[in-house]
């Protein structure tokens, strides 16, 4: 079929959506891999829903700040347990009539929270190092089920690396929503809300309106855009 869009991680093409699903603890969640895949997604023009799962481990308290982050900028929040069923009926909304794919590290609970939304999956559920409390690779291959209600999800191998960004610095900017946003407020054009003056992100990091935590994994994925523009 002719591509709409293709991800390398997890490899797959022509899908609408995809759900990052992380852990909030056991592994704790990797804000900085989330927005690296957010910025992969962003670029292929993928809707992309954020859940945060095994809420069932932490307090309300925890989890609040970090699912604000994101609300904020526009993604659609969901928060999980796939042990407690939590948050289940508002995934299968999500995933209705879709086409999806949901990513995310090893051990975060992807495989387990299918077999919730779609009773009969039987999908496996691997177990978490008690040693280093991250996730086996249990799920090693990439499959499209199909949801009794609706849509197609695919279930992926998790992963802790992804590649390096391959696109221009300058467009980087647009990857990040609300960067995009209040960088037109910024008095040059073309500006990389770095170190310029008169910068509307900057502002906007100063005010709140941009998560420090998102101001720096921009930062850092600018640095490497750079980084890799100088060796060639
Ligand atoms: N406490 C808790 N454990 C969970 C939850 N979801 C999954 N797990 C556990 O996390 C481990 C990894 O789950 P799995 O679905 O294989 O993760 P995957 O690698 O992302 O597919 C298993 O031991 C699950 O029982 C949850 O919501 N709460
Ligand atoms: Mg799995
Ligand atoms: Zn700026």
């Known amino acids: 079929m002719p591509r709409q869009n293709k991800l390398k991680r997890p490899p797959i093409v022509n899908v609408q959506q995809t759900v990052f699903l992380f852990s909030i603890k056991d592994p704790p969640a990797n804000l900085m891999l989330l927005d ?6 962003e670029r292929n023009h993928l809707d992309c829903v954020i859940c945060f799962n095994k809420v069932d481990l932490v307090k309300r308290e925890e989890v609040a700040p970090l699912a604000d982050i ?5 993604y659609q929040v969901i928060l999980t347990s796939a042990l407690k069923g939590e948050g289940i009926e ?15 590290p090893s051990g975060s609970g992807k495989s387990a929270l299918l077999n919730r939304v779609e ?4 999908l496996k559920v691997g177990p978490i190092s008690a040693k280093t409390r991250r996730g086996k690779q249990t799920t090693r ?14 279930d992926s191998p998790g992963f802790s690396q992804v590649e390096i960004l391959d696109f221009n610095k300058e467009e980087l900017p647009f990857y990040f929503p609300e960067i995009a946003r209040e960088g037109e407020k910024c008095k040059f054009k073309g500006c990389l809300h770095e170190h ?12 709140g309106d941009i998560a420090v935590s998102r101001y720096r994994h921009y930062l850092t994925f600018l640095r490497e855009i750079k ?6």
């Open 36 to 41: 690296r895949l957010l910025v992969m997604a």
């Open 70 to 74: 994101y609300k904020k900028i526009g």
């Open 90 to 104: 508002e995934v299968r909304e999500s995933l209705k009539d879709k086409i999806s794919v949901i990513a995310g």
């Open 119 to 122: 009773e009969g999956l039987k």
């Open 141 to 154: 291959h990439i499959e499209l089920l199909s949801l009794s209600f609706g849509g197609l999800v695919a």
């Open 196 to 207: 310029e003056p008169s910068c509307g992100v900057k502002e906007g990091v100063h005010r």
């Open 227 to 232: 980084e890799e523009e100088r060796r060639y």
